[in-house]
């Protein structure tokens, strides 16, 4: 599968970058019997086929409903203009599935670590139509999510059915991401108190993920600590810069940022056991 990683420096720039997104159609499905070649209609199916690709995304209910990248990333814009955020980040294209982590650049939660949005939209039913916190550390480039932190009011995901109001979705999520940004705060600055042994840190790890990723962020981190114990925050920043920096597999990245989100939050000694 190929991915293209693109760069945005505002609103308009993610704008007009946003619509070279793929786009797709909803078709018929129909069945062509192995027995006497009749062809038929399958009724409670159809496909959705990305007309860039010129290929089907996927195959799937009658009441699946087609929410297109275009349209989304026109909303998105539009409420982030009607807001005066600056904004500046990346697009993740996938074609038939594609995330936007955008940052605000007025915005901060810690010293140069900028909050935004990660959003995201697929054909091919690998994921919903969705919004999560989104953080950006300006020293290393690299993004973190932080929709776990208060999962209720800064996650969203709408299953491809029914009736989805994409702009009002959008607006009310950047709502509650702004009023939220004093209690973000807090979280990282309790984070930063927080050390650890780094066997702690190892086992810690180990009861998440696979090795190969542990030993890839412990060594990482206890070189640009020169040994010193790490914090909470630290590890953190070591789990999403990996995750940014050194996997291209949409599901790598997000199980690796779920763990990271699970490390700034979680009892240690429930985690370990």
């Known amino acids: ?10 609103v308009s720039d993610l704008k007009l970058k946003g619509m070279q997104l793929d786009p797709a159609v909803s078709t018929e499905v129909y069945f062509k019997s192995p027995e006497n070649s009749e062809i038929v209609r399958l009724p409670s199916y159809k496909a959705i086929y990305n007309t860039e690709q010129r290929k089907i995304a996927s195959v799937v209910s009658k009441e699946y409903r087609l929410v297109e990248h275009r349209p989304v990333v026109e909303a998105f814009t539009e409420v982030l203009s009607k807001l005066n955020l600056n904004s500046f980040g990346t697009i993740w294209n996938y074609g038939n599935r594609m995330y936007i982590d955008t940052a605000f650049g007025d915005k901060e939660i810690a010293e140069g670590v900028k909050i935004g949005v990660r959003l995201k939209n697929s054909y091919d039913t690998y994921t919903s139509f969705g919004l999560e916190a989104y953080g950006y550390r300006t020293a290393c480039q690299n993004g973190m999510f932080l929709g776990k932190v208060l999962k209720k009011e800064l996650t969203v995901n709408r ?23 004093v209690t973000l705060q807090n979280y990282v600055n309790e984070a930063m108190k927080e050390s ?7 086992k810690l790890l180990n009861s998440m993920i696979a090795k190969k990723h542990v030993d890839a962020v412990i060594f990482s981190l ?17 789990l999403t810069w990996y995750s940014t920096h050194m996997l291209l597999s949409d599901y790598i990245q997000s199980q690796i940022q779920n763990v ?13 056991k």
């Open 196 to 202: 650890f042994e780094w066997d702690v840190a190892e």
């Open 260 to 272: 990271a989100q699970r490390v700034l939050v979680a009892p240690l000694v429930t985690e370990i």
């Open 1 to 10: 599968m190929n991915t293209s990683k693109i760069k945005f420096e505002s």
């Open 222 to 238: 206890i070189d640009a600590l020169d040994g010193k114990k790490p914090n909470r925050w630290q590890l953190y920043n070591a």
């Open 159 to 181: 299953l491809h059915v029914g009736e989805i109001n994409i702009r009002d979705t959008v607006a009310q999520f950047i709502k509650n991401l702004i009023n939220s940004e």
